[in-house]
């Protein structure tokens, strides 16, 4: 119930191109989904984050839709740069009891 | 603000040694999360402090262990190293349900 599964594990997309990474949870008492990015050699950075009573959060490129219902939660990355390679994972929490997932290894193609 | 900082940046350590890694959280935030990042296992929680007190653990043995202070600075300790705690040590620092990570330990056990 403490898992937080995510997919694909790997994603390769042109630059110009949407990448969209899925997440799902069990347990219903998490409130706060949380996405951050990490790039080699740093901490993971806080990307954006939703809570369950909006269906959607947009934020520049970088959009959370979120399905309360099917307990699942997608990142949309829009008008992908190289920039954006990195690995992304999403988390679930309530307070400081975070989950995350395994993780999204992004590349994004000149 | 500044920051999460962590030290030492980069610790290399032979095996059945000790080694301590320090976390300075954000001013004003008071609840610090310890994670043990690899490549396979992605983000494992270690345990969380909050007010000097262990407020939630992760299954980890008790070689690993740690400590916050009255400033909320906080350290972890593991002893007797094994070749398979070689990993990026994350802290997070804490305030109501955001976490912020530091830049990371990395730990190599020879």
């Known amino acids: 119930q403490q898992q937080v599964k995510q997919s694909p594990q790997s994603l390769i997309v042109q630059k110009g191109g949407i990448s969209i990474i899925n997440c799902a949870y069990e347990n219903t008492a998490f409130d706060y989904f949380p996405w951050y990015q990490q790039f080699p050699g740093k901490g993971p950075a806080l990307l954006i984050a939703i809570r369950p009573d909006v269906s959607e959060k947009k934020e520049g490129r970088f959009t959370i839709s979120f399905n309360k219902s099917a307990k699942q939660f997608s990142l949309h990355i829009m008008d992908s740069q190289p920039g954006d390679s990195a690995t992304y994972f999403c988390a679930a929490n309530y307070g400081q009891n975070f989950v995350f997932g395994p993780g999204t290894r992004l590349s994004v193609l000149p | ?110």
């Open chain 2, 1 to 110: 603000k500044a920051g999460v900082t962590q030290t030492p940046r980069y610790l290399i350590k032979t095996r059945g040694q000790q080694v301590t890694l320090s976390c300075s959280p954000i001013s004003g935030h008071r609840s610090v999360s310890w994670y043990q990042q690899t490549p396979g296992q992605g983000l494992q929680f270690l345990f969380e402090y909050f007010s000097e007190t262990q407020r939630n653990k992760g299954n980890f043995p008790g070689r690993f262990s740690g400590r916050q202070f009255s400033n909320s600075r906080s350290e972890m300790n593991v002893s007797t190293l094994e070749l398979g705690d070689s990993a990026l040590y994350l802290c997070a620092s804490g305030i109501a349900d955001s976490q912020f990570f530091g830049p990371g330990t990395r730990l190599t056990v020879l």
